[in-house]
């Protein structure tokens, strides 16, 4: 009996060792493509939290070893404007297939109303 037991822990530990120390080799996912991908969505459906804001940028600005002198403020800055480009064709089909995608996932109710509204936005306005 004893033989059984310690053969059985042999295997186990053995089983365990060799899941560690062998590299992971990712699959195909069998479900299809991420749904979320494309969309720039987290898994869970919130859109990402931007890297840095802008508000950040500047606290960082602002501080100033005291020197005494005080900074003069600066005015806040303006973006900059963007003339639209004319879009080829290859450009609107995708934009096209990429909405067609964004409608489905609506349906399937992955997307809400207003992520749904907001990409379709982004779309018919060439971003």
Not at 23 to 31: A, E, L
Not at 53 to 70: H, I, K, R
Not at 77 to 105: C, G, H, K, M
């Amino acid at each position: 009996m004893l033989v059984i037991v310690v053969v059985c822990w042999a295997a186990y530990f053995l089983s365990i060792l060799y899941y560690l120390l062998c590299p992971s080799q990712p699959d195909p996912n069998p479900y299809g493509p991420n749904p979320y991908a494309a969309l720039e969505l987290e898994s869970g459906g919130a859109e990402n939290p931007a890297a840095s804001t802008g508000a950040a940028q500047n606290e960082g600005q602002n501080e100033s070893p005291s020197s005494g002198v005080q900074e003069p403020a600066q005015a806040p800055l303006q973006a900059p404007t963007v003339e639209p480009q004319p879009r080829d064709a290859q450009q609107e089909l995708a934009s096209l297939a990429l909405l067609q995608q964004y409608a489905a996932l609506h349906a399937q109710g992955v997307l809400t109303d207003a992520e749904f509204e907001r990409k379709k936005a982004e779309l018919l306005q060439g971003n």
